[in-house]
């Protein structure tokens, strides 16, 4: 038995090894991937031997909750209870900034002078402290403890050894500070130290979850593009009932404009069917008699019937759904280099601070206690992660906020720190390197029977011939629904042609239309339609082999049973995409391009941008398998799309990267946005993710090098040569030179061009 349960308590990689290592552990769990970003656990189980109870109790033992069975609430109570969290951590944060302000006032060199009497009170520091190190910072210790009992570190063992360190000796500074004179160390506490680290840890996370809070809504709007109700044959008559009591062999009847309620096959009727939503492509699919529909697509023309085959968790769109979840859910999240330096870095700390104390306590002069205690305190303090927690979040939020000006939209950390790694990128062709829309390329035109009236005076010339085949087309097209006829009429409206009136109109799907105009039949359609009506068109089959080889949808024109020329339509290239793809060659990255559509169309769309990896004819399900079958060979893959039928191939992927103008369901779906709309910033953001883990590696180096080398100073090395011992106020010092070091580090990101 696989299942899926919510896990509560969770915010580093640290914490996805603690829960995967203990849920490991359970007899008769096969298998458990934990994943950060979707705050979930999928444990793979047999049921006769791992109850859910034994599952829960594991993950409870290591500090965290797992949520089973009635416990799991509906997605508007986890809503409410996400807000509510926020909202609590958001009370912390400003109570642990406010109070540690207040006793930095107070307490700090230079600062203290301007400070008001009761402030510089150790009392009153310790009064302002207790409940930031106790109330507020509880989540630290609760944490630790787990991760101590596992003999593991984290981010929170470091936070809650150093806070209770400064806060442990600064409460003793007050309450005996005669005995600390005694031995020739002024009596000063570091309260400001506990509370700040405190409130700047929250503050980091409180921004990680605010990020984190939409990332359920891919999902949700998903489930919103189905059809709510179905109008179904029922006992001889038609009657709408809700979605989910449609049953398989039902008879369902949809009209133009309407999304068909489920999969299905057509038993009476013809139409021209918008598809995009599953297969990307703009142009719609006419449909007949015996050929299947999808569910949540859109009706276009006619009016049709047919019988249910697949409905509920059975149907494409709620098998793209699943998809989008587990690949949301098997997506590791990217251990963070913090939590990777703190898990060697606090446990030779502890045993260094262990190791001053026994040297100092048996080698140490009178009273050895206390000078044992006093640089043991200091070895803590000095390692105390102040910098180290800001070293990645600061650049990464000056990171987001650079991309953000140039209009890339960077979700969360993971995305930015793993975009540096991409080698590969695969690329959506309609929507992502064409427009997504069908526009008219070419207008193709014979001699035209002289006797046809002329429609507009002047017409002279083959620009002349073009324009009154445009015209005739744009005519007789004018009633139809078809995005084809869309095309065809709007590229008439902006040569600025008036059109004819067109009488006897008849849409044939899967053919085209016909109509009269000045009592002349005209005909507009595939090669189909000319077959069916013996209309001879081998004088131009070079022409129309050309065009379809170059991707464009062709049309013949007949007038009176004589082609008198071709209108090409096709979804074109943008702009941005050659030059996009060649910025992308200059990193030697490479780029694929796929799509639904067949492969001479999507071989013409590549060969015009530069690109040679192709992959044609490739549906929703089987995208997400490509995106899966090249990361199995070794490589870091991005996928860029904008459709719903992308959705699951963007989750699944490295790095998942839609257009700002694609559906809501790709955005949420993915990791990075193009705002901008501008395919050459995928280069740029990557560009960005390398400069922005070089600032993260760089900070962590300024995090660390103070404390390190003051280490040896805080245990003592210097005390036998020229008996200098490191007081804690140089300890706050450092912590104080390396933050700063860290933040001016991050700002110069800001100065980065991309």
Not at 80 to 97: P, T, Y
Not at 524 to 546: A, F, H, P, T, V
Request: net charge positive.
């Amino acid at each position: 038995m696989k299942k899926t349960y919510p896990v509560k308590g969770m915010h580093c990689a640290s914490c996805v090894r603690l829960i995967e290592k203990a849920l490991s552990k359970v007899d008769g769990v096969a298998s458990a991937s934990v994943n950060l970003a979707s705050e979930k656990a999928t444990v793979e189980y047999n049921p006769k031997v791992a109850s859910e109870e034994k599952i829960q109790s594991a993950v409870t033992g290591v500090g965290y909750q797992l949520m089973i069975g009635e416990e799991i609430k509906s997605e508007d109570e986890t809503k409410i209870e996400k807000a509510k969290e926020l909202k609590d951590l958001r009370i912390k944060v400003v109570i642990s900034l406010v109070l540690g302000g207040l006793i930095l006032w107070g307490s700090f060199p230079g600062l203290i002078k301007t400070a008001p009497v009761f402030l510089q009170n150790f009392w009153m520091q310790f009064l302002l402290a207790t409940p930031v190190q106790f109330w507020v910072g509880s989540a630290f210790y609760k944490a630790a403890y787990p991760a101590f009992k596992h003999r593991s570190a984290n981010m929170d063992t470091l936070v809650a050894i150093g806070t209770t360190v400064a806060y442990g000796y600064s409460a003793f500074v007050t309450i005996f500070p005669q005995v600390v004179k005694n031995i020739g160390v002024e009596p000063m506490p570091y309260f400001d130290v506990a509370t700040i680290i405190i409130g700047l840890i929250l503050l980091g996370r409180y921004f990680e979850a605010k990020a984190k809070a939409g990332t359920s809504e891919a999902i949700k709007k998903l489930i919103g593009l189905q059809a709510k109700t179905a109008r179904v044959l029922r006992h001889g008559s038609e009657v709408d009932i809700p979605i989910e009591q449609v049953l398989i062999g039902d008879s369902i009847r949809v009209r133009p404009g309407e999304k068909i309620p489920v999969d299905g096959v057509i038993t009476l009727g013809e139409s021209s069917i918008d598809e995009s939503m599953i297969t990307g492509e703009s142009i719609p699919v006419d449909k007949t008699k015996g050929d299947s529909v999808v569910g949540a697509t859109i009706n276009k023309t006619g009016t049709f019937s047919y019988r249910a085959t697949k409905v509920g968790k059975d149907t494409v769109l709620a098998q793209i759904i699943k998809l989008v979840t587990e690949a949301q859910g098997s997506k590791a999240p990217i251990q963070r280099l913090a939590d990777l330096i703190s898990s060697y870095f606090v446990p030779i700390v502890i045993m260094l601070a262990i190791l001053t104390f026994v040297v100092w306590y048996v080698f140490g002069q009178s009273p050895a206690l206390l000078f044992a205690l006093l640089n043991t305190v200091a070895v803590l303090i000095i390692a105390c992660p102040c910098a180290m927690g800001l070293a990645t979040p600061t650049a990464i939020m000056v990171g987001t906020g650079k991309g953000a000006e140039c209009g890339i939209l960077i979700k969360d950390a993971e995305s930015l720190e793993t975009a540096h790694k991409i080698n590969t990128i695969i690329f959506d062709k309609t929507g992502t390197l064409t427009y997504g829309k069908p526009v008219v390329t070419d207008v193709v035109s014979m001699e035209l029977d002289s006797r046809l009236p002329a429609g507009k005076a002047g017409f002279r010339g083959n620009d002349n011939e073009r324009d009154r085949i445009l015209q005739l087309a744009a005519s007789i097209e004018k009633g139809s629904e078809h995005s084809l006829a869309e095309a065809i009429v709007k590229e008439a409206e902006n040569r600025k042609l008036n059109l004819d009136q067109a009488t006897r109109f008849k849409a044939i799907p899967g053919y085209g239309v016909e109509g009269e105009i000045n009592k002349k039949k005209i005909l507009l359609g595939n090669l189909r339609l000319m077959d069916k009506e013996s209309i001879q068109y081998n004088n131009m089959s070079k022409k129309i082999d050309q065009l379809e080889n170059e991707g464009k949808t062709v049309m013949v024109l007949a007038v009176q049973k004589k082609v008198a020329g071709l209108i090409a339509v096709a979804d074109t290239v943008k702009d941005s995409a050659r030059e996009g793809i060649r910025a992308l060659k200059k990193l030697g990255i490479e780029s694929i391009m796929i799509t639904g559509d067949n492969s001479k169309t999507a071989n013409a769309i590549a060969r015009q941008i530069g690109i040679t990896s192709v992959l044609a004819q490739v549906l929703p399900d089987q995208k997400e398998a490509e995106v899966r079958k090249i990361q199995k060979t070794g490589k870091v893959v991005a996928m860029i799309g904008d459709g719903i039928n992308d959705a699951p191939a963007l989750a699944a992927a490295d790095v998942g990267i839609a257009m700002g103008t694609g559906t809501d369901v790709a955005i949420e779906s993915a990791d990075i946005t193009l705002i901008n709309k501008d395919l050459s910033s995928v280069a740029a953001a990557i560009k960005l993710s390398k400069k922005t883990m070089q600032t993260i590696k760089m900070n962590l180096f300024w995090a660390f090098g103070y404390n390190i080398i003051l280490i040896p100073v805080a245990m003592g090395i210097l005390y036998p040569i020229w008996g200098v011992l490191l007081n804690p106020i140089f300890a706050s010092v450092a912590m104080a030179t390396s933050s700063i070091s860290v933040v001016s580090n991050s700002l110069l990101l800001k100065r980065f061009k991309i």
